[in-house]
């Protein structure tokens, strides 16, 4: 029971709740395949405990690798998988793509992070994305880019149409968490579907990698989201106006989840935004929500007992403390539920209905009626806002989930197993609202 009443941590906590450690093991799997993709074998030898040297030599990794280059070619990358406890080891798993194929390796570590297994994993029977029907590879093209803060780099992707210029171009903002470009869940890939529709039809847009995912260690203590958010949007933003082949007069910013949620205070700090796409965004407080999931999956559980019902409340009892304003006694690094005190007074502190109501740009607001994350509460809150305003449109799409995929019923996180596309119908209104100001 208490699982799935704490099911939202896999949900909406971003980075700063996950150990520390594990994300050590994370950065230093990766790094491990970059060295030997450098042929720097000493140093990739280093990451093994001394008892895996025993048994396998340097030399043996050298030809291990050797083997692999022979087969597969050079490698291109090598992204984490999944991860698990496994007694007193932690296992990773990365897919590590080569440029004639892909393998994936599991990695073992024990509790000093040294390296004590290596193991070819065979090839995975799990679904896997499939580009969608509206995707016209003969009417877009990528081309990488990389988003730049100081000290940070994040690389990106611009999808634009191959043909013509002085089209829109749409930024694209993740929702919680150590998120990829494509805002990757399972086999599904929301934020590349929106990418690849949207160029199909004649607007380019702008992805890139979470700064949560690359640089891990900047979210040790106090941090809000402007470290983890807005800061990269607006870096975003400001690569889109250098653009020379997008109408810089018609620059749009899409946020997904709590890329939503903040995506009208981005529109304060970038005026020159013809307009905010807004999808599955929470209008209520991270607590709400949460609370709100651990009912939802409480009535799933279908447990009618006075116990279970005691369990539920207690739980959400204990989440009054993440709803706190101002410090006070509390430190700003202090973790409450997996975040540090600061992040959670920076987000109450934000009404984002109420700062959505007083901005002069061009608001889009989607929300799915099978969405198990985000409901249709905080539609109906949004449509309040702003239902009467000229320069919004709203629109609830009764089929859709959190990833914005079409389905029969709101389900769990089962759902996100199976390969599903963004809506060609959301695809198309996006399409049509965003024509619609030019």
Not at 45 to 58: G, I, R
Request: glycine fraction near 6%; aromatic fraction near 10%.
């Amino acid at each position: 029971m208490k699982k799935i009443l704490l099911l939202f941590l896999a949900l909406f906590i971003s980075t700063a709740s996950f150990s520390q450690g594990i994300l050590n093991l994370f950065g230093r799997s990766q790094d491990l395949f970059k060295l030997l993709s450098e042929d720097k074998y000493t140093e990739a030898y280093s990451y093994f405990d001394p008892a895996f040297q025993a048994k396998v030599t340097e030399a043996n990794i050298k030809d291990l690798w050797a083997k692999l280059s022979e087969k597969f070619g050079k490698m291109e990358n090598a992204g984490v998988v999944s991860s698990k406890t496994e007694g007193d080891f932690y296992t990773v798993i990365l897919e590590v793509k080569f440029a004639n194929d892909s393998q994936n390796f599991l990695l073992a570590f024990n509790k000093t992070e040294k390296i004590v297994g290596l193991y070819l994993q065979p090839k995975s029977s799990a679904a896997v994305y499939t580009r969608p029907v509206y995707a016209d590879t003969a009417l877009y093209k990528e081309k990488e880019i990389y988003v730049k803060t100081p000290g940070h780099s994040l690389v990106g992707m611009l999808t634009e149409p191959k043909k013509g210029s002085g089209y829109p171009v749409v930024v694209l903002v993740h929702g919680s968490g150590p998120q990829d470009m494509d805002e990757t869940m399972g086999p599904n890939k929301p934020l590349k579907d929106l990418a690849l529709g949207l160029a199909s039809k004649g607007i380019a847009s702008i992805r890139y990698v979470k700064r949560t995912k690359v640089y891990p260690m900047d979210f040790v203590g106090a941090n809000t989201v402007k470290e983890e958010v807005l800061d990269d949007a607006l870096a975003a933003i400001a690569l889109a106006r250098t653009l020379p082949e997008v109408n810089k007069k018609q620059l749009y910013l899409f946020g997904h989840s709590l890329g939503g949620m903040l995506a009208p205070r981005i529109a304060l700090l970038a005026p020159d935004l013809n307009g905010i796409l807004l999808a599955a965004a929470p209008a209520r407080s991270l607590t709400d929500i949460i609370v709100e999931q651990n009912r939802y999956f409480f009535e799933l559980a279908k447990d009618t007992t006075a116990a279970g019902k005691l369990m539920l409340d207690s739980v959400n009892k204990k989440l009054d403390v993440t709803r706190i304003t101002k410090l006070g006694t509390i430190k700003a690094d202090s973790a409450l539920f997996g975040l540090p005190a600061a992040y959670w007074i920076d987000l109450n502190n934000y009404k984002q209905a109420e700062t959505a109501k007083k901005l002069k740009q061009r608001i889009f607001v989607a929300q799915g009626g099978n969405d198990f994350q985000v409901s249709v509460t905080d539609y109906n809150l949004w449509s309040a806002a702003l239902g009467k305003k000229k320069n919004a449109t709203l629109k609830l799409y009764p089929d859709l989930n959190h990833l914005l995929s079409s389905q029969t019923e709101k389900g769990t996180l089962q759902q996100y197993d199976s390969p599903a596309n963004v809506s060609s119908v959301l695809i198309d209104d996006i399409v049509a609202w965003i024509k619609a100001g030019t």
